[in-house]
């Protein structure tokens, strides 16, 4: 009999403390470096801890227009993620047969090229001398100088493209549980495909498809490379501010600021969806 | 009415995977391109070079090499630390709970850049650690971490505790139990958990970024070439890891699905 065995309760915890500590010290008590950082003022590298809460206020003011920016984009990048999964995850689910663990693989293989060169893949895509703008200067959708590199449609798309394994992985595992015997019960008793679908798939999908959201809403909210790459600088998001106050203006305490306002008002949003999404499933 | 339908949702499939792949099929196909300038943006003539030289970019190989070395490094910590967090989750009861697995939840869903923002500010408040390979070490580990919890604690749900009792009744000591017996069965979740651990390292850039200091992984590289035109060598790098993970994966398929076949036979 081991030590273990003789005091079971502390066995959990003999097994927890290593990563637990890991967790805390590397993840925890950063996040209270961050606020106290955000709480300083003076100038790089004589910061001095003052409670200026004035850094949250300047945050707030002086790039209302990139978080604005960043949260509509956001939420028009994950909008289009959902409405793209949802019928590609319902395919694999239901259609794909025997074939669905390779056609998952082919779903998220992409994923694992660095997501960098991914995102340069579409500047060339996307670039002004590429096929894409060749033909839709020739069609007329775009004019003889138009272009798409440098515009909010590039970093939407980007953005969207960039984390739709994280709305198609959710939505497809909540369509794969679904006990088929419902939708045939539903077809049994003369349901139309559609009426079995709307009142029984999907209703039982939906807590897939609040995962799917949350987790591309929040990378997409603090995304900065799309902008970087594929925007100009009318399309500035606040990662971009972020990053460049931290690592290139050395402005710490009011990028630390700008890093909570983001935490905040992305917890305030989750809230309210969870809020709408949780009554109307009682309701 | 049914049949038409289904067809409609066929050709969507194709058509959403196929785009979904377009990325890769440029990165692939630009691999072998020979560009005219220093932007690779537009098909010039067909080459191999790329492939036979592709560490003919300066920098580019020890960028690579350090990527591998911290994605090594961190995924075997982060794997033996998540392994455990899954073990006690999985098959102790114990108050607290809840406020853990939530910790672990955490890192996975908060935004990177302020994950990347934080560690930077616990680093330049201390003097023990100077910004570059350690500390890239310990921000992988960090984040690492509650993916292997997640992939092992979903695989340990169908572990059968009697196999360690029947162990034990014949006589094997806690350690024997363990080595013999637990390990092995836990083996394919702990590998999964590793390899995900390996694949999220190699990939990451922005918490990576925020705390290299003169550190140069394969991904912050890029970034530094991406302003000045990308060499097609970093998108011979690119297919192959594209190449290399699609094959573990279809591995990994064909095994489940033959042991699932041999078990139901």
Known sequence: ???????????????????????????????????????????????????????????????????????WYAGIATVLALAFSYPLAYWIAFRAGKWKNVFLV??????????????????TILSDDGTVVGVLRTVGLLADDGRLLAT???????????????????????????????????????ASPRRAFLRVTLPLSLPGVFAATVLTFIPSAGDFINAELLGGPNQAMIGNVIQSKFLALIDYPSAAALSFVLMAIIVVMIAIYARIVGSERLG | MKRVRGRVLDVY?????????????????????????????VWQSFTFDNWVNWDAVPGLRDALETSLVIAVLASLTATALGTLIALALVRHQFRGRAPINFLIFLPMAAPEIVLGASLLTLFLNQTLLDLGFWTIFIAHVMFCISFVVVTVRARLV???????????????????TFRLVTLPLLWPAILAGGLLAFAISVDDFVITYFNSGSEITFPVFVWGQAARGVPPQVNVIGSAIFLIAVGIMLVSVIVQTRRRKESSA
């Not at chain 1, 590039?154 to 939708?183: C, H, K, M, W």
């Not at chain 2, 959403?16 to 932007?39: C, E, H, K, Q």
């Open chain 2, 13 to 41: 499939a194709i058509l959403a995977i196929g785009y979904m792949l377009l990325p890769i099929a440029v990165v692939f196909l630009f691999s072998f391109n020979d560009p005219a300038g220093r932007f690779n943006y």
């Open chain 1, 106 to 123: 082919l779903v998220v293989a992409p994923f694992f090229v660095t997501y960098l060169i991914r995102t340069i893949a579409w500047q």
């Open chain 1, 152 to 190: 909010s449609t590039a970093v939407v798309a980007g953005i969207t493209y960039n984390y739709l394994p994280f709305a198609i992985l959710p939505i497809y595992v909540s369509l794969e549980q679904i006990d088929r015997r419902l939708v045939e019960a539903a077809e049994d008793l003369y």
């Open chain 2, 158 to 176: 169908d572990f059968d505790r009697h196999l360690e009792e029947a162990a034990a009744d014949l006589g094997a000591t806690g350690l024997e």
């Open chain 1, 1 to 71: 009999m081991t030590f273990f065995h003789r005091h079971r309760w502390l066995a959990p915890w003999g097994l927890l403390t290593p990563g637990m500590t890991w967790l805390v010290i590397f993840f925890v008590v950063p996040l209270g470096f961050l606020a106290y950082q955000s709480l300083q003022s003076g100038i790089f590298p004589s910061y001095e801890f003052t409670w200026e809460f004035s850094n949250y206020r300047e945050a707030l003011s002086d790039n209302r227009e990139q978080l604005v920016r960043s949260f």
